[in-house]
T-cell receptor, first 111, second 111 residues
Framework: QQPVQSPQAVILREGEDAVINCSSS?????VHWYRQKHGEAPVFLMI?????EQKGHEKISASFNEKKQQSSLYLTASQLSYSGTYFC????????????FGTGTRLKVLA | DSGVTQTPKHLITATGQRVTLRCSPR?????VYWYQQSLDQGLQFLIH???????AKGNILERFSAQQFPDLHSELNLSSLELGDSALYFC??????????FGEGSRLTVL
């Protein structure tokens, strides 16, 4: 079953912050975040392996709560270049070698 | 440039036909994943190969098949095509679980 992301879509002004959530019904070994710009391939942003671990990438960071099987992506002081669709990618503990992406969150940053 | 090459970039064909999509992974990557992305939809996992062996299958239709060759390139075969098969098909290779590098995709249009 596909991890559920929320919100489905969000519109921001430049400089505003946003949080994107990813929730899985399965126990996860790791969570990864990707960004896909319109008409392009998804691009890997970051990986989170341990529960509660936060990682950062420019002004984008993320956390992973393995007990709740949830991850959140934090975008601070958003820039126009942040626009796109964000997907969480998940690897289940059961080791099925399936790599399942979440439902996606469309983010649009306006000037 | 992710280093993953997919051909063809665009393909238009008729219902009932068969097509083959090709993927060359990044040098050194043993894992290849295939995903289907319909218009403005998420990434649906099709199949995962590792070093020539099938590791996992997603909701891949019986009309679809794939393989990974000894030189690690992979092919996705789609047969008896239907209108609903029109989509962007991505291949991704991975050096580590979760860190996927996507090709630019093959856009299939079935008329």
């Amino acid at each position: 079953q596909q991890p559920v992301q929320s919100p489905q879509a969000v519109i921001l002004r430049e400089g505003e912050d946003a949080v994107i959530n990813c929730s899985s019904s399965k126990a996860l070994y790791s969570v990864h975040w990707y960004r896909q710009k319109h008409g392009e391939a998804p691009v890997f942003l970051m990986i989170l392996l341990k529960g509660g671990e936060q990682k950062g990438h420019e002004k984008i960071s993320a956390s992973f709560n393995e007990k709740k099987q949830q991850s959140s992506l934090y975008l601070t002081a958003s820039q126009l270049s942040y626009s796109g669709t964000y997907f969480c990618g998940t690897e289940p503990v059961s080791g099925t070698y399936k790599y399942i992406f979440g439902t996606g969150t469309r983010l649009k940053v306006l000037a | 440039d992710s280093g993953v090459t997919q051909t063809p970039k665009h393909l238009i064909t008729a219902t009932g036909q068969r097509v083959t999509l090709r993927c060359s992974p990044r040098s050194g990557d043993l894992s290849v994943y295939w995903y289907q992305q319909s218009l403005d939809q998420g990434l649906q996992f099709l199949i995962h190969y590792y070093n020539g062996e099938e590791r996992a299958k997603g909701n891949i239709l019986e009309r679809f098949s794939a393989q990974q060759f000894p030189d690690l390139h992979s092919e996705l075969n789609l047969s008896s095509l239907e209108l609903g098969d029109s989509a962007l098909y991505f291949c991704a290779s991975s050096p580590l679980p979760g860190e996927l590098f996507f090709g630019e995709g093959s856009r299939l249009t079935v008329l």
